[in-house]
């Protein structure tokens, strides 16, 4: 019969813990692609856009943790004329100026491993987008993305090639 070192079971117990409690660092992975799917068929908004004026800014982590080193953290707001309505449950109609607001990221180390950041949009560049309405005390109606970094697809050859690791 083998015998556990005390140490160890403490440890073990204390992990155990940790993971219970959800106070264990969380583990981030690229989604499947059938998740992306189904989070645009979920979408209530389906609308092709034309970028009119976006703007990014750098935000910094709030919470200081080892597992937000390696990435960049970006505020995108936009400007947006509807070209094209797939899909809307809020009656968006085509001609509409809607605003868009999200966080996204860029991974500034190599070897990350994680979800696929949604795409920051360009000024002048047209996606066909999968986006919900929401509602801010500051800026009012709102529209984010809902499918991660498949919430976006560019429409145009100026941004039919471009992909979201490459740089300006």
């Given at each position: 019969?083998?015998?556990?070192p005390?140490l ?24 499947p ?11 209530a ?8 004026s ?7 982590s ?7 080193s ?5 505020e995108?707001?936009a400007?947006?004329k509807v070209r ?5 449950a809020k009656g968006?109609?085509?001609g ?16 990350w491993?994680?979800?696929?950041p ?7 560049h ?14 009012g ?11 976006f697809?560019t429409?145009?050859d100026?941004?039919?090639k471009?992909r979201?690791?490459?740089?300006k």
């Amino acid at each position: 019969m083998t015998r556990t070192p005390l140490l160890s079971t403490a440890l073990l117990a204390f992990l155990g813990f940790l993971l219970q409690a959800g106070l264990a660092p969380a583990a981030q992975a690229e989604l499947p692609p059938s998740a992306y799917e189904s989070m645009r068929a979920a979408a209530a908004e389906v609308l092709e856009l034309e970028i009119a004026s976006a703007e990014r800014t750098e935000s910094t982590s709030e919470t200081g943790n080892e597992k937000d080193s390696g990435r960049r953290t970006l505020e995108i707001t936009a400007i947006a004329k509807v070209r094209k309505v797939k899909r809307s449950a809020k009656g968006v109609k085509s001609g509409a100026v809607i605003q868009l607001r999200y966080t996204t990221f860029e991974y500034t180390a190599s070897g990350w491993a994680g979800p696929s950041p949604v795409l920051q949009i360009v000024k002048g560049h047209r996606y066909r987008s999968w986006l919900q309405q929401t509602w801010d005390e500051e800026f009012g109606v709102l529209y984010v993305p809902v499918a991660g970094g498949w919430s976006f697809e560019t429409l145009d050859d100026k941004t039919a090639k471009r992909r979201w690791w490459w740089r300006k």
